[in-house]
């Protein structure tokens, strides 16, 4: 049967499959890019550099969002979620969502689709940004409900 | 502010803080919170039950002292 804490333990596998991805597109940047600038019929060793710059700087704040979200994720599971380090964590996640797309922004200088991702990275960022708010909100409450006796 | 003056009529009443949490059916930790003056509410059936252990009035619990702001 399916439950809250299989839930969590997906959420996870996940997050942690996508740090071991991380750590994966990190390692082959140059081999990956370095093909994929052949099959787009770019001079690779002009924008090879370009890509790997942009790989690596996204890959900061795609870490520490990682990091985050497993902290979030072994709080929700200590049934601790509506709490200011919660709301913290929120934060720096919207945070890190926009830092990547701005990298991604400023890299549509030398390849427009990365726009596509700075619009997305941006849209994120703003999703987060409202569910932090709400959790402001509710931790808010919780504080009041905890101390009202 | 609000001060909750509960140790004050406990003394009076020679009640311990355990056997008032029993009689009024709060946890002595929730007691701890509402004599230390760190609750931000009461409800009214705390406030009930406190009263009729303690056999006073709520304004024998409660007392208002004007915040020492500066502005």
């Known amino acids: 049967m399916w439950n809250k804490d299989k839930s969590i333990t997906l959420s996870l596998f996940c997050v942690r499959l996508f740090a071991v991805i991380l750590v994966g597109l990190c390692a082959s940047a140059p081999w990956l890019f370095k093909r994929f600038t052949l099959i787009r019929f770019m001079v690779p060793q002009q924008m090879l550099s370009f890509f ?3 790989v690596y700087a996204v890959a900061v704040p795609a870490a520490l969002a990682l990091w ?3 902290g979030l994720l072994a ?5 601790e979620v509506f709490t200011h380090a919660n709301v913290a964590r929120l934060r720096a996640l919207s945070w890190c969502c926009l830092a990547a797309g701005l990298i991604c922004l400023a890299s ?3 390849y427009m689709p990365f726009l596509a991702l700075a619009a997305a990275g941006a849209f994120m960022a703003l999703i987060l940004r409202v569910v932090k708010n709400v959790f402001e909100q509710a931790v808010a409450l919780k504080d009041e409900n905890d101390f009202t006796i | 502010m609000i ?6 009529m406990m003394a009076r009443r020679k009640i311990s803080a355990g056997d008032l949490a029993e009689r009024v059916g709060i946890t002595p930790a929730n007691l701890s919170i509402l004599k230390n003056n760190k609750a931000k509410a009461i409800r ?3 406030l009930e039950a406190l009263c009729a252990a303690l056999d006073c009035q709520p304004a024998d619990l409660l007392q208002y002292t004007p915040d020492n702001k500066t502005e």
């Open chain 1, 68 to 70: 985050h979200l497993h």
């Open chain 1, 75 to 79: 709080e929700i599971r200590k049934n």
């Open chain 2, 44 to 46: 009214f059936s705390t």
């Open chain 1, 108 to 110: 549509t200088l030398y």
């Open chain 1, 52 to 54: 790997l710059v942009t």
């Open chain 2, 3 to 8: 001060l909750v003056n509960l140790d004050v």
